[in-house]
């Protein structure tokens, strides 16, 4: 009987990483940001709702917006349209690393292995992972000893949409006073 269940057991982890595998979508393409089903930006902010009315500043824009953008090697990827800020392009054929570029044609090259990425910033470096979670793509970005910007990337291949969500973390957890930013895409090419 033991032995019945041990075989089993391994049997079930040796199938664990073919399953993931399958699991993990091809996100390459350029999409642009639909504005009508996504978080209005001009109103987004990581600020807590206590102090939103007091500071102006926020999150403006999203993956290549403040503070966000820069260049990080890597091959580079096919760029979006001239003058279209709410476009990105991703080049992702592997399943190894995850390439985002934003309309200045800034990159961003992202190992999905988890490990640590260091991503120089106009005055910081910040350090991220990039890691499968089923199938979706998720970053996160350590921005002090117990906070994180976590960035989501959901494919729904049947409307050619990606949503993206990005939320901010407090010791692991979402902050209840700030929310989650939800944008939405569509592939154009």
Known sequence: MRRGVRTLLIAALLALPARQA???VDFSGTWTLDREMSTDLSKATFEPQQTQTRRASGF???FGGRGFGGRSGG???ARPAAGDNTA???AHSDHSTFTV???QGRSRLF???GSKTQHALATTTVES???WDGPHMVTAYTISPTRELVFTYILVPATKQMALRI???DSGRQRADVPELRLVYRLTH
């Open 88 to 90: 990105i392009v991703i």
């Open 111 to 113: 190992p999905t292995d």
């Open 129 to 131: 992972t990039t890691r």
């Open 167 to 169: 939320k901010l973390e």
């Open 101 to 103: 570029t934003d309309a």
């Open 22 to 24: 399958s699991a993990q």
């Open 75 to 77: 091959s580079r990827p």
């Open 60 to 62: 403006n824009g999203g």
